[in-house]
């Protein structure tokens, strides 16, 4: 069964709070929402392990990267849910330049009360290739 955002779901909150956590750099909130064998998938297919090794990720791409939730949606499963967030984000680039408006979709797995994988999609390559 799906549900949206406009009815309340623990996965959500628990996606929600992780991205929070992490574009806060609260790191340590963010590590306790991940499950030990997590790993998050990014658009150019780098998968990372640890909520250090994201970060790390992020800082070289990004000087600041926000995100703008437009809506969650949760589809539940036997061992917990799947949740799609989908927004856009803004910010600045490493070199200063600011951006925003890029479309983004963060597609979580949760089992157990902690998130088991993340999967990234985003425009901002499309905007500013890498490199």
Same mark, same amino acid.
């Given at each position: 069964?799906?549900?949206?955002?406009?009815?309340?779901?623990?996965?959500?909150?628990l996606?929600?709070?992780?991205?929070?956590?992490?574009? #806060? &750099?609260?790191?340590?909130?963010?590590? @306790?929402?991940?499950?030990?064998? #997590?790993?998050?998938?990014?658009?150019?297919?780098?998968?990372?392990? &640890? !909520?250090?090794?994201i $970060?790390? $990720?992020?800082?070289r791409?990004?000087?600041?990267? /926000? @995100?703008?939730?437009?809506?969650?949606?949760?589809?539940?499963?036997? +061992?917990?849910?799947?949740?799609?967030?989908? &927004?856009?984000?803004?910010?600045?680039?490493?070199?200063?330049?600011?951006?925003?408006?890029? +479309?983004?979709?963060? +597609?979580?797995?949760?089992?157990?009360?902690?998130?088991? +994988?993340?999967? !990234?999609? /985003?425009?901002?390559?499309?905007?500013?290739?890498? &490199?």
């Amino acid at each position: 069964m799906a549900t949206t955002s406009h009815e309340p779901h623990p996965a959500i909150a628990l996606a929600r709070t992780y991205l929070v956590a992490m574009e #806060a &750099g609260d790191l340590e909130e963010a590590h @306790k929402l991940l499950a030990a064998d #997590a790993t998050v998938t990014f658009p150019s297919g780098a998968r990372l392990a &640890g !909520v250090g090794a994201i $970060a790390a $990720a992020t800082r070289r791409r990004y000087r600041a990267c /926000n @995100k703008t939730f437009e809506r969650f949606d949760v589809v539940e499963r036997p +061992r917990g849910a799947i949740v799609y967030c989908i &927004g856009t984000l803004s910010g600045a680039w490493a070199d200063g330049a600011e951006f925003s408006g890029i +479309r983004f979709i963060d +597609r979580f797995e949760i089992e157990d009360g902690v998130i088991v +994988r993340q999967d !990234v999609w /985003n425009d901002s390559a499309y905007v500013r290739p890498p &490199g």
